[in-house]
């Protein structure tokens, strides 16, 4: 059974390359959110989640990683243009600088679903986060 992503994105193109890169590489997608309110209302089911850290709700990203991870057990990637905002303590297991590549994509979302990626450059990955689990 292919793993099922949370895409949380406020720019749809964005959102939907990113829905197009998952689905052609066999993931499933349950939504796309562009807040952290839509996000928590679709988290049920989900895998992981790709989150960008400004959202149509201002800054709520990190904050959203937390939930995400706390309450529904998900593992994120951040996909941000702005990784400085990250914060040093975070859930996230690691985050995709935009603009991505496919491959980074592709890579976290192996990361996050089976916790392997493929090499990518792109892709770095945030301290300690997986042997938290």
Same mark, same amino acid.
């Given at each position: ?17 990113? &829905? ?7 993931? +499933?997608?349950?939504?796309?959110? =562009? ?5 928590? &209302? &679709? ?15 201002? @800054? ?5 990683? &937390? ?30 600088? +935009? @603009? ?11 990361? =996050? ?5 493929? =090499? ?14």
């Amino acid at each position: 059974m292919p793993a099922t992503a949370l895409i949380v994105e406020d720019e749809i193109f964005v959102a939907l390359d990113l &829905e197009r890169i998952l689905l052609e590489a066999g993931y +499933k997608v349950k939504a796309i959110a =562009a807040d952290r309110v839509t996000a928590i &209302e &679709e988290a049920d089911e989900c895998s992981f989640a790709l989150v960008d850290i400004n959202l149509r709700d201002g @800054p709520t990203g990190p904050a959203l990683a &937390e939930t995400l991870a706390r309450d529904y057990g998900m593992k994120v990637v951040f996909v941000t243009a702005n990784p400085a905002q990250i914060g040093s303590e975070t859930p996230a297991i690691g985050y995709v600088r +935009k @603009p991505f590549s496919e491959g980074a994509i592709l890579a976290a979302a192996a990361l =996050a679903s089976a916790g392997a990626a493929a =090499a990518s450059d792109d892709l770095v990955l945030i301290g300690t986060a997986l042997s938290s689990g």
